[in-house]
């Protein structure tokens, strides 16, 4: 009797890393807080996506189809930036006639790499509908558990959507610093001079007090938290024109008129304050800054970072690479805004930095220098310099040099739920009252020319 032969069946590696691909997508999507649905009957799409409101683990009924291609060797013209991959012009006609957004997904599973493509945005393209392949970049295309936002806009319907952050526990720092205390009484009077002849008049005081900048000249009226009564300041005025008011009254009031005059004190209070801690202020473009001039060494303070607390840079110089001798310092510095919330009172902290040629007069090109360095501050920069001006502003031993203001910590927010940097930004609204536009005398004798910085 003839023994029959034994022949045996391969599994198909083909097979085998198609599915490697499919679950190292799927793998990522879980990552995303999203669900996949794999299509075992495949007609061109391996899956979908729903999108899943994060935040309440809600289902959206909004999909995303997938098609996977996957390979163990180098893709098609792959360079260390980029890779392409040739479609079917089948499969192409067949994603653009759908409803539903689709994607292509090209990865080694090997290495962990994938990359995607919207293909009914790609392919009408006029640039890409005459041809079938399909160019990714890698930094751009990357596809990995922090794509879902990107997944979110692409599958939201016509008037929009809403989904929440991606599952993180965060705590956010806001740039709100709460006025902690300020002098309890506004003093106003007449002035006996005009302003050239204040200004003069001022000059001219003898100065026993060491802070005699909380006070300005509105029309023909002196309003100041200095007591107007007493030296040296009761030389400016016409006697018995004295008035007090309440600060907190002033703090409150509805009057637009003021409120600008309370934010205008509570300026040169701060102006004062940074000045003590060697901090000058630029009229021009309404910020304060380190002063520093010494170009050999940069000027370091001690203060808590992201990581740890310790000394660093505020103010340093950057001699120019194309001109022997030029160069220019760039300072930290921040803009400051009073803002009302309700019955209370803060000081808005805008991190920026400004650029002189000498340490005082701004450097010819530097809009373009602070441009340049905007767009490479991402969040841990920003949350740095924040927490630079809240050392500043906020330590006890600093404050004990001036304390006709101080500020609190600034506002924390424990949030159940993160913020993707990338995606999302985080805005508010607040009333701003500005004395930008108050018609108040700014009277400072060491600043005649207001395109130099005001030292106080």
């Not at 098609?76 to 067949?94: G, H, K, R, V």
């Not at 090209?106 to 962990?112: A, E, F, G, H």
């Not at 009172?345 to 010819?364: I, K, M, N, S």
Request: charged share 25%; glycine share 6%; with cysteine.
């Amino acid at each position: 009797m003839r023994q029959r032969s034994q022949r045996t069946k391969k599994a198909g590696l083909t097979d085998s890393t198609g599915q490697h691909g499919v679950n190292l997508v799927e793998e990522y999507i879980l990552q995303m807080g999203f669900t996949w649905n794999q299509t075992y009957r495949d007609s061109g799409i391996d899956g979908y996506i729903e999108i899943v409101e994060t935040a309440t683990r809600t289902a959206t009924n909004r999909i995303v189809q997938v098609q996977v291609k996957a390979t163990t060797r180098e893709f098609q013209s792959e360079t260390p930036n980029a890779l392409s991959f040739s479609c079917d012009p089948a499969d192409i006609d067949y994603w653009l006639m759908g409803n539903a957004p689709v994607i292509l997904i090209v990865c080694r599973p090997l290495t962990r790499e994938a990359y995607w493509k919207d293909i009914k945005a790609y392919f009408l393209d006029p640039k890409n509908n005459k041809t079938n392949t399909v160019r990714f970049h890698k930094a751009a295309d990357r596809f990995d558990g922090s794509t879902g936002p990107l997944l979110a806009n692409l599958a939201q319907p016509r008037g929009g959507l809403h989904l929440g952050p991606l599952p993180k526990k965060e705590t956010l720092i806001s740039n709100l610093f709460p006025v902690e205390s300020f002098p309890k009484t506004i003093w106003s009077a007449s002035s006996k001079h005009n302003r050239d002849g204040f200004v003069e008049a001022l000059k001219n005081l003898p100065r026993g007090n060491a802070h005699l900048r909380e006070f300005f000249l509105n029309s023909d009226t002196v309003y100041s938290f200095l007591n107007l009564s007493e030296e040296p300041l009761r030389h400016l005025i016409e006697p018995g024109t004295i008035e007090t008011n309440s600060s907190d009254e002033w703090a409150l009031a509805d009057d637009p008129d003021l409120k600008r005059h309370f934010v205008q004190l509570l300026n040169l209070c701060l102006r004062q304050y940074c000045f003590e801690q060697k901090i000058a202020y630029f009229f021009d473009k309404k910020l304060l800054y380190f002063m520093w001039e010494c170009k050999t060494e940069g000027r370091r303070i001690r203060a808590k970072s992201l990581q740890n607390t310790g000394t660093q840079s505020v103010a340093e110089w950057h001699p120019s690479k194309l001109e022997e001798g030029d160069g220019y310092f760039r300072h930290k510095a921040f803009h400051p805004n009073f803002v009302r919330l309700d019955s209370r009172w803060y000081l808005e902290v805008t991190p920026t930095y400004y650029f002189t040629a000498d340490g005082r007069t701004e450097y010819w090109n530097s809009e373009t220098l602070l441009s340049g360095i905007k767009r490479l501050d991402r969040h841990e920069a920003v949350r740095g310099g924040l927490l630079l001006w809240k050392a500043i502003l906020t330590e006890r031993d600093l404050t004990k040099r001036y304390n006709m203001i101080r500020f609190d910590q600034p506002l924390e927010f424990d949030l159940n739920i993160g913020i993707d940097d990338e995606a999302w930004r985080l805005a508010g609204t607040a009333e701003i009252i500005s004395d930008e536009d108050d018609e108040v005398d700014d009277v400072d004798e060491h600043a005649e020319d207001p395109s130099q910085p005001m030292l106080w």
